[in-house]
């Protein structure tokens, strides 16, 4: 009997136990209920206030689309939410009961003209939207969702009754964020409107291009020094003389030849069989089996050299023989020679994909970063455009069609944590447009993680920026230059590193020395050293002079 009275009090404790429980955990979900962020943009932006020095400080704070917080307090338009320990204020239109709905949207718009995929991460496809365009929303996979940044990395959309993928990279959630104006701080010449039509520059520079800022990204495990002094070798080189090279005082990165202008690719690539029908003209020159250089490229790593691939794009005889309508031809779709080559064109989007799957081959080999050289296109045609086709399907302008690919480029290789430079003429910086090329500073800054100029001493004519022989000078001369491009790369909010080539050849230690002198001077330290090949014999002409 006291055994049961007994039992039925320790139930009745119990019971009474764990209806306190579920009242206090009941009262603590009525009181304090989660929600998440919903907003037109990645991040919503609130306020944090907090008392320095007895003075009122307001930092921002970014939150990103979909984060899950704390509803500390609610009123009829705002409420009090709770985020990283840290109470903000937010109107209640930005939150939501459901993740679903915080990250959903019904339309998205591009901000400029870009193809769209029909998987993800899939080839481009022909389809296309333009900038402003607004597309249907179909769906959006939760795992497309970045939890850091708020950005969803595919819509799974529809255009003309068919589904695609478009990159969240591209777009924003209204027609008016598309086309927000971020050039207001981007000059530019109008040269080129007497060889077109009036409002030409303003159309092929600003208009076609994007310019929202792109912060430039840091990868884990991949680490760029902080000022890189670098030299170009051959893949010959790079592979057969790493004792001397990994030994070189005061080098710390080297950049290596892996496609060269004659269409070249110097290990035994597997992209060649896929876009081309002759894959072996493409690798007949191999110096190295991929196998071979993955192990080699370790090696330099582990001795702290940072590598670099480079990789011509668009001057290339090998893709141009093998896919005319996607080269600079003549009307009747025959190729033309222009500076002593075949030339893919830059509108192409199999020359894109070709050179990108390059491209990701040598990041997936371990290179740290994937240089683009050649990146536009042929200089001197203004006058023979009447003649020549470029196969412009979608009706772009130059600077828009170099800067889509870049950003092409980029889109595919972040995931794989390499950094994405682009060479870029020295003439396009210093008469601030794109000299009919393709390359225009800004647009190209804009995008890729580093810029890098060729101010080649004997590239200048004489009386160049005042300077009576630019060769006979080249502290004067890449002192000269580079005010010029710190100049016009202070119209970026998030401009890329810039990495001047500096001339190595014909030049003494004492002359290579007075140019880096030049560039540290104007506060862009970072060099790499042009040598057509890197050979042992041309090195040590000038080793001297690096530091």
């Known amino acids: 009997m006291k055994k049961s009275i007994f039992y039925k009090k320790i139930i009745c404790i119990f019971s009474i136990t764990v209806a306190f429980l579920f009242l206090l955990f009941t009262a603590a979900v009525v009181l304090h209920p989660t929600r998440y962020i919903k907003c037109s943009a990645n991040t919503l932006t609130v306020y944090k206030t907090y008392l320095e020095d007895g003075e009122a400080v307001v930092d921002k704070v970014q939150i990103p689309k979909g984060t899950k917080v704390k509803v500390y307090e609610k009123k009829d338009k705002t409420s009090i939410i709770v985020y990283n320990k840290n109470k903000f204020t937010v109107n209640n239109k930005n939150l939501t009961k459901h993740f679903e709905d915080a990250i959903q949207t019904n339309y998205v718009y591009c901000r400029r003209l870009v193809n769209l995929r029909e998987s993800k991460g899939g080839k481009l496809s022909k389809a296309i939207v333009k900038k402003g365009e607004k597309i249907k929303v179909l769906s959006i996979d939760q795992n497309d969702w970045d939890e850091k940044t708020g950005k969803i990395r595919w819509y799974k959309i529809s255009k003309n009754n068919k589904s695609y993928y478009v990159s969240g990279e591209y777009v924003e959630t209204s027609k008016k964020l598309a086309l927000k104006n971020y050039a207001n701080n981007i000059s530019y010449s109008t040269y080129w409107d007497d060889y077109y039509k009036d409002g030409y520059a303003k159309d092929a520079y600003i208009s076609q291009v994007d310019y929202k800022p792109q912060k430039k990204q840091s990868y884990k495990g991949n680490v760029m020094p902080d000022t890189v002094k670098a030299i170009h070798v051959s893949m010959n080189n790079f592979v057969n003389n790493q004792s001397y090279i990994e030994n070189l005082k005061g080098i710390n990165t080297v950049i290596v030849e892996a496609k060269n202008d004659e269409g070249s690719i110097f290990y035994d690539s597997n992209v060649c069989d896929e876009y081309l029908s ?113 196969h412009n399907t979608y009706k772009e302008s130059k600077v828009a069609a170099v800067q889509g690919f870049l950003q092409y480029a980029k889109e595919e290789l972040s995931p794989k944590g390499v950094y994405v430079a682009a060479d870029i003429f020295a003439w396009p910086i210093v008469a601030c447009d794109d000299q009919d090329i393709g390359q225009f500073l800004p647009a190209i800054a804009n995008v890729v993680d580093v810029v890098s100029p060729m101010p080649y001493l004997d590239h200048f004519s004489k009386g160049s920026f005042g300077i009576v022989d630019p060769v006979q000078a080249p502290y004067d001369t890449l002192a000269a230059f580079t005010k010029i491009s710190n100049v016009q790369l202070k119209g970026i909010k998030h401009a890329s590193k810039y990495r001047t080539w500096i001339q190595g050849y014909d030049m003494t230690s004492r002359e290579l020395k007075q140019q880096i002198k030049g560039l540290k001077d104007n506060k862009q330290p970072d060099y790499m050293v042009w040598l057509v090949s890197g050979d042992e014999s041309d090195i040590n002409k000038i080793k001297n002079g690096f530091h």
């Open 278 to 390: 002759d894959p072996d003209l493409a690798v007949e020159n191999t110096v190295v089996s991929k196998k071979e250089l993955k192990k080699i490229i370790k090696k330099y790593r582990k001795k702290g050299i940072y590598c670099v691939s480079r990789i011509v794009v668009f001057k290339d005889p090998v893709f141009a023989q093998d896919n005319p309508k996607e080269s600079l031809t003549d009307k009747h779709d025959n190729l033309v020679v222009y500076n002593n080559q075949y030339w893919p064109s830059a509108y192409s989007r199999k020359a894109w994909m070709y050179n990108v799957a390059i491209a990701k081959e040598c990041a997936d080999l371990g290179f740290n970063e994937i240089q683009f050289d050649y990146v536009r296109f042929p200089d001197g045609t203004a006058n023979s455009e009447i003649n020549l086709d470029f």
